[in-house]
């Protein structure tokens, strides 16, 4: 007689999930290389109902029914971003499969595909906030200076002598789906290794890939499920107090 609860609280709960992750893809629709997430829910295991047998509890199987969705998984749209050209000479994007590498300052290393770079004190490439590009070697890149040139490899030269300089790393991992991912565009994981041939494009950045109109889209989808969801739980409740109250006063 309550089965009804479940489906309703089921979908609030499942709508409202969605709604943080679209949430969180809106925020960040406009930062460089961000991959958006989706998120999927499936129902429990089936239920067994049985009914409650005779002395020799011989038990008789009335069905199998499943009558609530939970979380199942966040998945990351890994596709490519448009890349979008900036004109800035600390500017870098990835066509294709791979990952900046990152020396965070906290310790250890995070990957991403924003390429949005600059130079600290000493000279070393670095992401602001964040730590220190490194490259295909795992080292830091120390270049001293945005006078450059930078061929589709990530290989880095200087402008006026035309000295190598250092190479932008570009890591990828065998599976992507072990990757843990922060929701603002960076990720950890185990077993990178560097691409041997990257394909690299300098002074540009790739877009974020979550889209403005079907992000909005699904927002309001998802708010009109969950306000639906909300007005029919309430609904029920009055229908099962009036069941508990009236029809019990008849009996």
């Known amino acids: 007689m309550f089965k009804g609860f479940y489906n309703l ?19 960040n629709v406009s930062t460089a ?34 009558y609530i969705r939970a979380n199942d998984e966040v998945y990351v749209d890994y596709s490519q971003g448009v890349p979008e050209p900036t004109n800035i000479p600390l500017d870098f ?10 020396q965070s300052l906290e310790g250890g290393t995070v990957y991403t595909r924003a390429g949005s770079f600059s130079l600290d004190d000493e000279g070393y490439l670095c992401f602001p906030g964040m730590g220190y590009v490194l490259n295909p070697d795992g080292e830091r890149i120390q270049l001293r200076t945005d006078k450059l040139n930078v061929d589709d490899q990530g290989n880095i030269f200087h402008k006026d002598t035309g000295g190598y300089l250092g190479t932008v790393g570009v890591y990828e991992f065998e599976d992507v789906a072990q990757l843990e991912h922060n929701g603002d565009g960076f990720f950890t994981g185990e077993g990178a290794q560097a691409v041997q041939t990257p394909y ?10 979550a889209d403005m ?30 069941s508990a109250s009236d029809v019990g006063r008849m009996g």
Not at 93 to 102: D, K, R, S, T, Y
């Open 200 to 209: 690299v494009l300098w002074k540009y950045l790739e877009r974020s890939n």
């Open 33 to 66: 290389g961000f991959k958006q997430s989706r998120y999927t829910a499936r129902t429990f295991d089936d239920v067994m109902y049985t009914r409650v047998g005779n002395r020799e509890k011989i038990y008789t199987d009335i069905g199998r029914q499943s």
């Open 93 to 102: 994007a990835i066509m294709g499969e791979g990952f900046f590498a990152i």
């Open 213 to 242: 109109i079907q992000q909005m889209t699904e927002m309001l989808t998802c708010q009109r499920a969950l306000q639906s969801c909300a007005t029919v739980t309430k609904i029920y409740d009055e229908v099962m107090g009036h």
């Open 9 to 27: 609280t089921s979908g609030m709960h499942t709508q409202q999930q969605n709604l943080n992750v679209v949430g969180n893809n809106l925020v």
